[in-house]
């Protein structure tokens, strides 16, 4: 398969002996170690597959339990449903505590959507309930972050993808588990031109993120240790050039 855009540069990056490495100095000065045997989804090419977290997560901490609640505080019923794929998720210690890396990356303009989570007018009951239950999830991580600072503002139904990766980096908190989310922006992909503008350095990938999440997320928290029940927590927003550029779409 060639893939392109966001998804190409992950697995370009993944697939490197250097990776752990190079994303612990792009986090920098966070205090993410990243052990030796640490674990990371995906692994390249060769292993392209998205972590979700009640999967991924036993290898971080191996309490079923914990997993189980967080699968259920997202959905009434899992079968055929999904909790979020993740671009990137490495397990790593924070603070000397076991936590995790969660990245959500981004190569041009369009991939910063603005859409609330859709929901078919055919949809059946247990879609329909899973459709609820997501949006008191959000709502419930909501008023957590409001704690912290009161113009945070997520939303099930506009910014779906940015209120997600928030209100999952809260509820891993709560459960104990230290976490960085990672809005990661790969620059200087002209190879995507074709679907839409590619980000050119980080000045315009930061103004770029800034615009996306200005309503929802102030701009002051990036980057800062916050507190949740006595487990820290980070959003962050980097970027990286890309190491190749996207091939020509298919015909």
């Known amino acids: 398969m060639a893939y392109r855009g966001s998804r190409k540069h992950v697995l370009d990056w993944t697939g490197r002996p250097s990776f752990l490495d190079e994303l612990a100095a792009l986090l920098a000065p966070m205090p993410v170690v ?3 045997d640490a674990h990371f989804m995906p692994c390249g090419a060769g292993s392209p597959d998205e972590a979700r977290l009640e999967r991924f997560g036993p290898s971080l901490v191996a309490d079923a339990g914990l997993w189980t609640e967080l699968e259920n505080w997202w959905l009434c019923h899992k079968a055929g449903a999904n909790t979020p794929n993740w671009d990137i998720a490495a397990g790593c210690l924070l603070e000397g505590m076991p936590g995790v890396v969660l990245v959500e990356a981004k190569a041009n303009w369009p991939e910063l959507g603005l859409a609330g989570k859709p929901l078919s007018p055919r949809a059946s009951e247990r879609s329909r309930e899973n459709h609820e239950r997501i949006g008191a999830a959000i709502d419930e991580a909501c008023r957590g972050w409001r704690a912290v600072d009161s113009r945070v503002s997520i939303s099930r139904d506009t910014h779906y993808q940015l209120a ?9 908190a709560t459960l104990g588990i230290p976490t960085v ?13 074709d679907a839409g503008a590619p980000f050119i350095d980080d000045a315009d990938w930061q103004r770029a993120f800034g615009e996306y ?7 002051e928290l990036l980057g800062q240790r916050i507190d949740i029940s006595g487990t820290p927590a980070w959003v962050a927003s980097r970027s990286r050039p890309v190491i190749t550029l996207s091939p020509p779409r298919s015909s």
């Open 34 to 36: 990243f052990p030796a």
């Open 164 to 172: 997600n990766r928030l209100a999952f980096t809260w509820k891993l």
């Open 181 to 193: 989310l990672l809005y990661l922006g790969f620059t200087g992909d002209d190879g995507i031109v």
């Open 213 to 219: 999440s200005q309503a929802a997320w102030p701009a």
